[in-house]
């Protein structure tokens, strides 16, 4: 059954052949059946399989062992192997996320890393038809966007590639049995028994139910879950075509709309025309904005007053003035600059940082207004300018490199600064330090003979 599904899943997604599929595997039945089940057909699809296994450090040695074991199976069965051991606890006390969502973010970074480097197809992963019902009726009961109530996507775009879940028409006990006829013991987690997390209570006391007024409801949600994605493809395209009539003005994180042109289309339309330029607007959807946000906008824009501001998360603000709604930042002219630095001095940005830059003699600890390294790891002119899309650093302390849009997102750096922040590179474009928020791995402790060049802002006036 296990193989027949993943046959059907590649046939009907036309997943090419020669395809590099990087499976994320956790040790679990799960993941487990997957990475066997693609080691089993790959060579009938010349797939590059890579095995991708994240460390979370929650459970000490236990954690470790799935490591082991995981990395164990690749080398029996001739599989690329990838792990990493993330500190996500240390994560979560810089982000105040909460476990599941700091260990899904710190794996999905791993995952990236990982994609990237091989230059990979696809993101495989073992989510199952139970995880699909779960994840539904959670949505459903604390609430979310029209394509939130569809779950778990089949496919969706990520890094080089997409991610793909072959196994969203099986049920749980479909992927056990797989792993006992072929002979694998997956590990188990101890936390999937404990009903503190919401998933687990729904797993527990709800799922049975449902499976005993219909064994095969997996299949009905996964329908459901297809349906409503395709009718939301259909209605975005229409929203798209309809927002083009009402827009008046449209500058960079900045949108102007006419109210009345806006009120007379249906209100379905009405909801996705506000989520598209609030997705316009924002670059990145902050996690505070939900659809109660859009509902009030579009309450307030029937009530009938002429004039009102409504503040959305991260500074922007929604403002009516008789006919026209306004979206935009408190500050949305971004003032874009280079400046090169070829010796020592003082320099300022439009923006207002000033630097010093200066040579010094010998390494000291530096605090988050300071950056040091050493001339002979950095290429001339070392370069001030604003962020670029795609940039990435090398983080102090750590290993592997980190987009700078994640770096500010992780940090909660406004929105409307995030534009103008200034980053230092050097003449190779590598870059060196983000002030007052992230320091790269240029500034390491050096021999006492060699040259240095610190960077220090003096001041600065955001």
């Not at 010349?46 to 460390?55: E, G, Q, R, W």
């Not at 010998?362 to 605090?367: C, G, L, Q, R």
């Not at 300071?370 to 102090?396: E, T, Y």
């Not at 922040?421 to 060196?432: N, R, V």
Request: with cysteine.
């Amino acid at each position: 059954m296990v193989i027949n599904q993943l046959n059907d899943f590649i046939k009907q997604n036309r997943i090419p052949s020669k395809s590099c599929i990087v499976i994320g595997v956790s040790g679990g039945p799960d993941s487990m059946a997957l990475a066997h089940a693609f080691s089993s057909v790959r060579e009938e699809y010349d797939f590059s399989l890579v095995v991708a296994h994240v460390d979370h450090m929650f459970r000490g040695q236990e954690s470790l062992d799935d490591l082991e074991y995981v990395r164990n199976w690749c080398l029996l069965n001739n599989v690329v192997f990838e792990g990493e051991r993330l500190n996500v606890n240390q994560f979560i006390e810089e982000t105040g996320l909460s476990s599941q969502q700091a260990a899904r973010d710190c794996r999905y970074q791993f995952f990236d890393k990982i994609m990237t480097k091989y230059h990979a197809n696809y993101l495989a992963l073992g989510h199952h038809g139970e995880d699909q019902i779960e994840t539904i009726l959670m949505r459903l009961v604390r609430g979310s966007s029209t394509v939130g109530y569809a779950g778990i996507r089949e496919r969706r775009p990520f890094s080089t590639g997409e991610i793909i879940r072959p196994f969203l028409e099986l049920r749980k006990h479909d992927l056990i049995s797989y792993c006992q006829d072929h002979q694998i013991t997956p590990r188990q987690d101890p936390s999937n028994a404990k009903n503190v997390y919401t998933r687990n209570r729904f797993r527990h006391q709800v799922l049975p139910f449902i499976f005993e007024e219909n064994p095969i409801a997996h299949k009905r949600f996964q329908t459901f879950s297809r349906q409503l994605l395709e009718d939301e493809h259909y209605l975005m395209e229409l929203s798209v075509e309809a927002l083009n009539t009402v827009i008046k003005n449209k500058q960079k994180q900045a949108v102007t709309i006419d109210i009345e042109l806006l009120l007379k289309m249906p209100i379905s339309l009405q909801r996705r025309c506000i989520q598209l330029i609030l997705e316009y607007v924002y670059l990145h959807i902050p996690n505070g904005l939900t659809q109660g946000h859009i509902n009030s906008i579009l309450t307030l824009l029937k009530d009938g007053k002429t004039a009102w501001e409504q503040h959305l998360p991260e500074g922007l603000i929604v403002t009516r003035s008789y006919d026209e709604c306004s979206f935009a930042f408190t500050d949305v002219n971004v003032k874009y600059y280079t400046i090169s630095i070829h010796e020592p001095g003082i320099y300022e940005t439009p923006n207002g940082f000033t630097f010093k830059i200066e040579y010094i003699s010998e390494y000291h600890d530096s605090k988050n207004d300071m950056f040091i390294c050493s001339v002979k790891d950095v290429s001339f002119p070392l370069i001030v300018r604003n962020r670029k899309n795609g940039d990435r650093m090398s983080l102090k302390g750590m290993n592997g490199s980190k987009k700078i849009k994640d770096i500010f997102i992780d940090e909660k750096m406004k929105l409307s600064l995030r534009n103008e922040w200034p980053i230092i590179t050097d003449s190779q474009d590598q870059i060196l330090w983000i002030p007052f928020v992230k320091k790269s791995a240029f500034e390491r402790n050096f021999p006492v003979d060699e040259p240095l060049i610190a960077i220090q802002v003096v001041s600065k006036s955001f």
